[in-house]
């Protein structure tokens, strides 16, 4: 039977800049509208995931590990 790997090839380092992000969450809407604005603003941030939605890739390291996993 044929199949498929998955490979992953680790790198020594990454090097760029972020450029924009947003958090994102999902929260009752009685809970939040019961929230001053700064109390909002401190609940995203302890609760709502960080999403990166642009970065630039200035530099890369050598592949130091190649992984292979079944699919």
């Known amino acids: 039977m ?3 790997y998955r490979i992953i090839g680790n790198l020594d380092y ?3 800049h972020l450029r924009y992000g947003h958090f994102e969450l999902y ?3 009685e ?3 019961s929230m ?3 109390e909002q603003e401190e609940y995203i941030k302890d609760c709502g995931e960080l999403i990166v939605d642009d970065w630039s890739i200035e530099d890369y390291g050598d592949i130091y ?3 292979k996993e079944d699919a």
Request: glycine share 12%.
């Open 2 to 4: 044929m199949g498929q």
């Open 14 to 16: 990454v090097q760029g």
């Open 27 to 29: 929260v009752d809407k």
């Open 31 to 33: 809970i939040w509208d």
């Open 36 to 38: 001053t604005e700064d």
């Open 65 to 67: 590990e190649i992984v």
